[in-house]
């Protein structure tokens, strides 16, 4: 069973495909990637997106596709404008990173050193640790993402009296009060407020002549309006049924934390600034606006296992193979710069619930192709072993191949839970066969694990294999009594 929110939304919307940049790299590549996101949009129900690529220093491919506007179809445009968001602490990390270039302070200090009117326990805090969300302070918002009172002295005084959620280096905690935080040492170190510093020093510099800070409020020409599937319940994150119009006020005072709207091409425009020292001038300010923070544990903490560290408000994609610095915001829009592949990659959707950041490695592979997943991309060593083997036998004999390795290779390890995300990643290939090979290698392995058989069942379902679907599912019922998904299928499968 894999674990998701269904996602049945009744909408009717225009997923128009716009025509291709003229800077594509060559037709084969653009058409795959638009079809790619063609069908992405359709399957998550994504209204509008735009796409910006930059290889070697340039924009290779920009373009767009669907609708800025459910209600009038309003298409999109490559001036449509999106809201990044949470992507806007990266613009924030690139502000200090200039600030510390001239001397005006360094990302160690103790945030003491800039702020008067802290708690004694925040006073060693640095601007680092506010930055990598692992500082342990309050938050300064609700679980429904709502400021602690209606204004910002009233909520940063409420904040202050709260507690340390965590010794500060513990853990990573995404946060927004460091943010502020920040913000505040922006104003007094440049002698301006930060909104203004970075529109001088980072907007004008690179040319961004639409992008601008906003929110739900203001009047944005060209806007391609938000929509949401997200809703919290319990205090978490679920993905509704229904789509529905999302508004969004950010104060100004909290637009460090969240606040830029932009576009595709001229995100790009700031990418390419950036790596070619216009932004930043010294060479090793990448290095250190990109270097992820480590724990106390010696670890790096980030929101999941793809997105697994955090740097200067750039979200870190730390692996051995293609690591990324990858900025994500509001669950609808992202930009990964692979800077060893010398690729970057923009997308930018009004969808709250998109998630760019999981496919933007899909779009990565069609420029660098052992990124795709298909050639084996995001595998562990020992499931890449398998792969390769499996693929010279039609994935026939896996049980067999899999013993062989583990008998050549004491470190040979297959984890129950890779090969239940490897098969569904073949079965979002449209490879059900070899799929279902897999999940029943998977069952061979784990035979004590009900969703083993859960995955499996599912699988001979969807081949047509009633019988043995209903006895999969029976047997990962008697093996998990809570899982009510084989209940359901035994059911319907039985009234078939």
């Known amino acids: 069973m894999k674990f998701f929110s269904p996602k ?19 037709q084969m590549a653009t058409d795959s990637i638009d079809l790619f996101l063609k069908d ?14 930059v290889q070697h220093g340039k924009i290779v491919k920009q373009t767009h596709y669907g609708v800025a506007n459910i209600e009038n179809s309003v298409t999109v445009t490559d001036q449509s404008m999106f809201s990044i968001n949470s992507c806007t602490k990266a613009f924030v990390g690139v502000a200090i990173m200039q600030l510390q270039e001239e001397g005006k302070l360094n990302i160690n200090d103790p945030i003491s050193k800039y702020i008067d009117d802290l708690p004694v326990a925040w006073k060693a805090v640095t601007i680092k640790q506010l930055f ?29 009296t709260l507690p340390m959620e965590f010794n500060t280096g513990d853990h990573f905690s995404y946060n927004q009060t460091g943010y502020v935080i920040i913000g505040k040492i922006i104003n007094k170190v440049s002698g301006m407020h930060f909104t203004k510093f970075i529109e001088d020093r980072q907007f004008k510099v690179a040319g961004m002549k639409q992008t601008r800070f906003g929110d739900s409020n203001d009047i944005i020409p060209h806007s391609a309006g938000a929509y949401t599937t997200q809703d919290v319940v319990n205090g978490r994150w679920i993905t509704t049924d229904e789509i529905r119009s ?20 001229e995100i790009a425009q700031w990418i390419i600034a950036l790596q070619n020292g216009v932004l930043l001038k010294q060479k090793t300010s990448l290095d250190v606006l990109w270097q992820p923070a480590i724990l106390n544990n010696g670890r790096v903490g980030g929101f ?60 990565a ?8 997943e298909s050639n084996g991309f995001g595998l562990s060593p020992s499931l890449k072993k398998l792969r390769k083997e499996l693929m010279k036998q039609h994935y026939n004999n896996a049980l067999k191949i899999a013993e062989s390795l583990k008998k050549s290779d004491s470190g040979f390890v297959l984890g129950e839970n890779e090969l239940n995300d490897f ?22 392995l784990y035979p004590k694990s009900g969703n083993t058989y859960d995955s499996y069942a599912e699988t001979l379902a969807g081949l047509g294999n009633k019988k043995e679907a209903i006895k999969n599912y029976k047997t990962a019922f008697q093996l998990n009594p809570k899982n009510t998904n084989a209940q359901q299928q035994i059911k319907k499968l039985e009234s078939m």
Not at 40 to 53: D, N, R, S, T, Y
Not at 335 to 363: C, R
């Open 8 to 26: 049945s939304l009744v909408i009717l919307f225009v997923l128009s495909l716009v025509s291709i940049s003229a800077h594509s790299q060559n």
């Open 40 to 53: 992405k949009m359709e399957q998550l129900h994504i209204p509008g997106l735009q796409i910006a690529v």
């Open 423 to 444: 098969g569904y990643k073949l079965l979002g290939e449209k490879k059900q066969i070899e799929a279902l090979k897999i999940f029943k290698l998977n069952v061979d």
């Open 246 to 265: 999302s508004y969004a006020k950010f104060p100004e005072f909290f637009r460090t934390c969240t606040g830029i709207i932009s576009t595709s091409g």
């Open 365 to 372: 592979g069609y420029y660098i192709p052992a990124i795709k």
């Open 304 to 363: 999941n296992k793809l997105v697994n560290g955090y740097a200067l408000g750039w979200p870190t994609v730390t692996r051995e193979e293609h690591p990324a610095f990858g900025p994500i915001g509001g669950m609808r829009s992202a930009f990964f710069v692979y800077p060893k592949d010398d690729l970057s990659i923009v997308v930018l959707t009004n969808l709250q619930g998109a998630n760019p950041e999981w496919f933007i490695d899909e779009i």
């Open 132 to 160: 990598a969300n692992i500082s342990g302070l309050a938050n300064i918002i609700d679980e429904r993402e709502n400021l602690l009172a209606d204004t910002e002295n009233g909520s940063w005084e409420k904040v202050k």
